[in-house]
Structures are given as C-alpha cells and as structure tokens.
T-cell receptor, first 110, second 113 residues
Framework: RKEVEQDPGPFNVPEGATVAFNCTYS??????FFWYRQDCRKEPKLLMS???SGNEDGRFTAQLNRASQYISLLIRDSKLSDSATYLC???????????FGAGTRLFVKA | GAGVSQTPSNKVTEKGKYVELRCDPI?????LYWYRQSLGQGPEFLIY????????DSGLPNDRFFAVRPEGSVSTLKIQRTERGDSAVYLC???????????FGSGTRLTVV
C-alpha cells in the first residue's frame, strides 16, 4: 500500500461546479497535512495547510479525518483557472520526509 | 532572493557522467529539501537538511547520489555515474522550519542520454 494515495482522475467538471478530492494516508503518526497545486510543467505551489478542525480559504475547504486517515479538498464555484493537478502531502510520520501523493488532475471546462 | 532558485534549469548529460545541481533557498529558511519528480508522479523525497546537516537522507536511491549544504544556505545535489533512469525533474524546496509548508524552486530537468 502506498503511503499517500489519491485518485488520479481526471475530474472533468463545468465551470461553477463543486468538486471534492480525497486522499488517504497509511501512517497514523503523521502530523502535518497540506494540499499543493501543480500546473503543467511547473513546480508545486502550496495551496493550503489542513488543520484538524478543518479550514477554509475562499472557495477552498480542507478537512482532516484522523480516525479514518484521510484528508479532503473541496472546491466550490470552479473556475477555468482551477485546472491543475492537486497534490496531497503528509508530513511527520516518524521522520522528516514529507510524502506527496501522485496527484489528482482537474479539468474545468467552460 | 525572493524565491527558491535552481540552476541549471535544464541539463542534458551522457550516461556515466557526473552532474551537480544547485539550489539557492529563500533567505532565512533553515529547512531545505530535495525531491525528484517523474512524469505523472508526485515529487519523491530525496533528502532533508536542517541547517548544514542532513537530518534525513533516507530518500537517496543509492550511493551515486550525494548532497551538501556546507554553509546552511546553498545546497548542491551531486549525481555520479548518471544512468538513464536518473532522468527526472529535480526539485528543491525550502521552509522556515520542518513541518511547515514549502516553497519550491522551478526545478532542474535532468536528461541522461
């Protein structure tokens, strides 16, 4: 089993739609969680941290479920510019390395 | 500088050659990471520096790979006897502290022919 697993997609949604991604992680000792966004042939960029209580940043909402060992990202009112790969990131499981998922591809169409 | 700077942006080398990839992190960021990313995959952890020391090098695939950060700022990833399987984008990232979100450089695309 991979340490961090994501549905690769692609998710094809119309503008204005709400879309959600889940990510599961295998190590219950993991401490920090993030979502990154990566555009084609570009470096990953931090989208948001994920806190135990859940957190929101504009149209984006992230949630953590420690009991089930998954994190989620919800995007409301999708824009064309949201088209990208979304990477789930887990840190702190008994070491310093941060594990990235393989990413979920999102295409938002007009 | 304003961001993480990586040089060169592209490197083509012949199989068996030695290469050095450079990373200049954001000023004041003590944590520095090297990752590599192959097409369709997420970044794969290689090594983490806290200051000058390698706090975790468990991701280095074999002893052909080595990284240094002698003054706690710029880091160099060194690959000896390159193989075609080493071809990937090598990403460097820095952060204020371990466990915080990173800022990535734009990467070095290494192609071994």
């Amino acid at each position: 089993r991979k340490e961090v697993e994501q549905d690769p997609g692609p998710f094809n949604v119309p503008e204005g739609a709400t879309v959600a991604f889940n990510c599961t992680y295998s190590n219950s000792a993991s401490q920090s969680f993030f979502w990154y966004r990566q555009d084609c042939r570009k470096e990953p960029k931090l989208l948001m941290s994920v806190y135990s209580s859940g957190n929101e940043d504009g149209r984006f909402t992230a949630q953590l479920n420690r009991a089930s060992q998954y994190i989620s990202l919800l995007i409301r009112d999708s824009k064309l510019s949201d088209s990208a790969t979304y990477l789930c990131v887990v840190n702190g499981a008994g070491g310093f390395k941060t594990i990235f998922g393989a990413g979920t591809r999102l295409f938002v169409k007009a | 500088g304003a961001g993480v700077s990586q040089t060169p942006s592209n490197k083509v080398t012949e199989k068996g050659k030695y290469v050095e990839l450079r990373c200049d992190p954001i000023s004041g960021h003590t944590a520095l990471y090297w990752y590599r990313q192959s097409l369709g995959q997420g970044p794969e952890f290689l090594i983490y520096f806290q200051g000058t020391g390698a706090a975790d090098d468990s991701g280095l695939p074999n002893d052909r790979f080595f990284a240094v950060r002698p003054e706690g700022s710029v880091s160099t990833l060194k690959i000896q006897r390159t193989e075609r399987g080493d071809s990937a984008v090598y990403l460097c990232a820095s952060s204020l502290a371990q466990g915080r979100g990173y800022t990535f450089g734009s990467g070095t695309r290494l192609t071994v022919v």
